[in-house]
């Protein structure tokens, strides 16, 4: 570091005392100034310390220029809408599956009013909030009972909480899964409270392995379907029937955790294999959990139905109102399940299925329409359809692959990298996937009323799409998604 660098930057005092911080002090809190003034200087100091030859550190006015543009930034929301162009359709960091608009218009009823949450209007007694779905979910899964919680790692450690504590659960290796990020079945199962009885191989599990590990310790016997990968090749694993025979020959709850919660066949969208909820409960399994967000294409939460005993001691368990959801959650969630009373409605209103049925050649049409448009944006060099194959995501097989059509871009003068940056950070934002030295938008999970959205960002960008801030680096000007 070249000498006395650091006692050139001025103290957090200096700045805020700048005209232009007092003004702006006027207008937003003290504490926020300060804080972006602490964090800028954290990082120029940082900055002096690493440089190796003279390097010119920005003086009072530009610093405080800088933070002013900061906080005028922080202003805006950093969570935003944006366009899935990825080819990923449940993509965990772009918040899973887009709502119906039926489940966003009875959600914003009720956010702008008080709601019937835990009243029963008809008698005008205390009701549970539950009773909002609880009947929807009974009807479309054949299930005695239903209880809906934040979300399916929730419901998990909830029902393992409420029927396994201190206890063991048997499962088989070969079902022992990793959902992204944080999710692993051993550590939400430990923190439970229940003791994990794994049996079997990787590749082999037989009726007999969990005959053999069922005790005096055990509480239950559990089957988790492995959305995310698949064993192939030497393989055997139990069919849930012949686990719902042990457990009734034990009596042990039968626990089935099937992941996506599809409500339809998802064959008849090309990916075969997705486990039906109402398949799992009329097979005899006591407790069937699953995801809200993944294929059933509504909020984030997480479904329990299954046998009423089971079910009230899991509603009973303090651990219940820690996981318990609110009314927008509730509201999304009924309006979606409604939409399912008619399958059509559901394919047509469910933007999750609309995109999935949604025809090769009406996909088609739209990327070559879009082409020569996007191709007249002054950032690009080129824009070509280009038939491709997308996916579902979100925790489902890696193989549950959907054809599709995308609009790949080559830049104008500009990195690949740089064209996605600033389309990421663009109005409106458009997330795609970089492959070589192109842009793919690909259409598969873009609604056709944002087709015109995905050209006026592209033109928004001019020439030169905005470079990021220049000398100091920070994670506030980069947007918050990772898969
Ligand atoms: C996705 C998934 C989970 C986790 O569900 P969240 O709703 O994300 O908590 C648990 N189990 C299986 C089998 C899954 O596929």
């Not at 609880?134 to 979300?151: S, Y």
């Not at 409270?193 to 053999?212: C, F, H, P, S």
């Not at 009314?327 to 939409?339: E, I, P, S, V, W």
Request: charged share 25%.
């Amino acid at each position: 570091m070249p000498a006395n660098l650091l006692r050139h930057i001025p103290s957090v005092n200096e700045l805020i005392e700048h005209p232009q911080l007092r003004a702006l002090r006027d207008k937003v809190s003290h504490s926020v100034v300060v804080s972006k003034v602490r964090a800028l200087l954290e990082e120029v100091r940082e900055e002096a310390r690493q440089a190796t030859a003279d390097i010119r550190l920005p003086n009072v006015a530009e610093l405080a220029e800088r933070i002013a543009r900061r906080v005028k930034q922080s202003d805006e929301p950093r969570l935003r809408p944006v366009i899935n162009a990825t080819g990923i359709l449940l993509h965990t960091g772009l918040g899973r599956a887009p709502l119906a608009e039926e489940a966003v218009a009875e959600m914003t009823a009720v956010a702008r009013d008080y709601a019937s949450l835990e009243i029963d209007l008809r008698s005008g007694e205390r009701s549970q909030r539950g009773d909002a779905v609880e009947g929807l979910l009974r009807e479309l899964t054949g299930a005695e009972a239903a209880v809906v919680v934040n979300n399916n790692a929730g419901a998990t450690v909830l029902t393992l909480a409420a029927l396994c504590a201190g206890k063991e659960v048997v499962v088989s290796r070969g079902e022992l899964i990793e959902i992204g990020g944080s999710y692993r079945l051993p550590d939400v199962m430990g923190a439970s409270g229940a003791r994990l009885r794994e049996v079997g191989t990787t590749n082999k599990t037989r009726l007999a392995d969990y005959r053999d590990a069922v005790g005096e310790q055990t509480a239950a016997l559990m089957a988790v379907h492995t959305s995310n990968y698949v064993v192939v090749g030497f393989t055997e694993s139990v069919p849930l029937a012949d686990l719902v025979c042990l457990g009734r020959e034990r009596n042990l709850p039968v626990i089935h955790d099937i992941g996506s919660g599809a409500l339809l066949d998802f064959a008849e969208f090309g990916c075969p294999g997705e486990p039906l909820a109402r398949d799992s409960v009329k097979a005899g399994a006591d407790v069937v959990l699953f995801s809200g967000d993944k294929l059933l294409g509504g909020p984030q939460c997480g479904i329990i139905v299954g046998r009423r005993e089971p079910l009230a001691a899991i509603l009973r368990h303090p651990l219940m109102r820690a996981l318990r959801v609110d009314k927008l959650t509730l509201a999304a969630l009924a309006a979606t399940l409604r939409l399912y009373r008619t399958p059509e409605a559901a394919r047509r209103e469910i933007p999750l299925l609309a995109l999935l049925t949604t025809s090769v050649e009406n996909l088609r049409n739209r990327a070559e329409r879009l082409a020569p448009q996007l191709a007249a944006c002054s950032a690009i060099a080129s824009a070509d359809p280009l038939a491709d194959v997308a996916y579902l995501g979100g925790g489902s097989v890696p193989t549950q692959q959907v054809p599709t059509w995308c609009i790949a871009l080559s830049p104008r003068n500009i990195s690949v990298e740089r064209l996605a940056a600033a389309l990421r950070t663009g109005t409106p934002c458009v997330m795609g996937r970089v492959r070589q030295d192109r842009l793919l938008l690909d259409l598969r999970g873009v609604m056709p009323r944002h087709d015109v959205d995905l050209v006026s960002a592209v033109a928004a960008l001019g020439e030169a799409p905005p470079a990021a801030e220049p000398v100091v680096s920070s994670a506030e000007e980069q947007p918050a998604i990772a898969e």
